[in-house]
């Protein structure tokens, strides 16, 4: 009896034995096949024939504009990519989607040409599905560059570019094309002062500089139209108002100079002080703007009506009170006409 029970203990011991290795044996097996199946892997060969380009679709689709920011030449962009090709070396038979590093496996590598500072927020993977389809997404959040002509502002409007280009030793053998499902822009931005009108994506062979290799990519670019609504009540009319009050001295009895020179002044100071408030609104270019000619004339009507008001000082001490009171009433009507040519002439295309 107790060898009976002794030889059930050790088919029983055998048997717990056999459960638990032998799925650990299998896991071993699976694994090194893995394993060699990655060894065979080089991630530096491009897929496919080597003396045809690989296809790659590409689709780049911008999420929010949150600024447009001229003073600084830059945008800030929240926008995804999305690029699918097909690596023959990748299919495998099975029936669930496999998610590799995106350094285990050969990529178009893309790098974003006009970037100042993005955030990505997913991880570095491709999805590789069983035919060797990959897939690699990726969402941007930052600032970009792009050069601005600023003569317009602030009528003007922008053709702004993200520009994505391929690098590496095979960017001569990538057929890009666009993946159109998967390209476009939100409607409802976060931007406020500027409307985009249209939006536009095609593959590009990128000139990235003198002497530098031409690259492959995709340039998205999108209209910008300056909204001039917060120009117009937060600058334009309150120079308005301030030339007209400076044009107050012209109805001011002549006698009367401390007051006629105390409000031409104060109009001079505050026009300089607008002009340091609007240069921060853009970079230090070297030519002049709409709103420029339109300051600059303001300030030059108002200095010459501190110029006709020592005039009519001048005939008022010498008492010819009614030769100053002649040129006050012309002025009237020469002053208001100026400001109106200097008003249309200023934002005139």
């Not at 080597?50 to 003073?71: E, R, Y």
């Not at 012209?250 to 031409?264: A, E, K, M, T």
């Given at each position: 009896m107790n060898n009976r029970?002794?030889?059930?203990?050790?088919?029983?011991?055998?048997?717990?034995?056999?459960?638990?290795?032998?799925?650990?044996?299998s896991r071993a097996q699976e694994e090194t096949?893995?394993?060699?199946?990655?060894?065979?892997?080089?991630?530096?060969?491009?897929?496919?024939?080597?003396?045809?380009?690989?296809?790659?679709?590409?689709?780049?689709?911008?999420?929010?504009?949150?600024?447009?920011?001229?003073?600084?030449?830059?945008?800030?962009?929240?926008?995804?990519?999305?690029a699918e090709w097909n690596d023959p070396r990748l299919a495998k038979d099975i029936d669930y989607i496999r998610v590799m590093d995106i350094n285990d496996v050969w990529t178009p590598n893309f790098q974003i040409l006009n970037q100042q500072k993005l955030f990505d927020t997913f991880p570095d993977q491709v999805e590789i599905q069983p035919d060797g389809t990959v897939i690699y997404t990726q969402r941007y959040w930052g600032t970009l560059s792009y050069p601005m002509n600023l003569k317009n502002f602030p009528l003007d409007s922008h053709n702004l570019e993200i520009k994505i280009v391929t690098v590496g030793k095979d960017r001569k053998n990538i057929d890009l094309s666009m993946y159109e499902e998967k390209t476009g822009m939100s409607e409802v931005l976060t931007v406020t002062d500027w409307d985009v009108t249209s939006w536009n994506a095609n593959p590009k062979q990128v000139d990235i500089g003198p002497n530098l290799p031409i690259l492959p990519g995709v340039v998205f670019s999108f209209e910008a139209?300056?909204?001039?609504?917060?120009?117009?009540?937060?600058?334009?009319?309150p120079l308005i108002l301030i030339v007209f009050m400076s044009l107050v001295?012209?109805?001011?009895?002549?006698?009367?100079?401390?007051?006629?020179?105390?409000?031409?002044?104060t109009a001079i100071l505050t026009l300089i002080a607008y002009r340091f408030l609007l240069g921060n609104l853009l970079p230090k270019i070297s030519y002049l703007t709409h709103m420029d000619y339109f300051l600059f004339g303001s300030m030059f009507l108002v200095f010459a009506v501190l110029l006709q008001t020592s005039i009519v000082a001048r005939l008022t001490s010498m008492e010819k009170v009614d030769r100053a009171k002649t040129l006050d009433y012309w002025s009237r009507f020469a002053f208001v006409i100026l400001f109106l040519i200097v008003l249309v002439g200023s934002f005139s295309a």
């Open positions: 029970h002794k030889i059930e203990w050790i088919v029983l011991y055998l048997f717990i034995c056999i459960c638990i290795l032998a799925p650990l044996a096949s893995s394993a060699a199946e990655v060894k065979e892997y080089i991630a530096e060969v491009r897929p496919g024939p080597q003396d045809k380009p690989v296809p790659v679709k590409f689709g780049i689709m911008v999420l929010d504009v949150d600024s447009i920011d001229g003073a600084n030449q830059s945008f800030v962009a929240n926008f995804a990519i999305i139209e300056r909204l001039i609504g917060f120009y117009i009540i937060k600058v334009i009319v001295v012209l109805f001011i009895d002549p006698s009367q100079v401390g007051p006629r020179f105390s409000i031409s002044i």
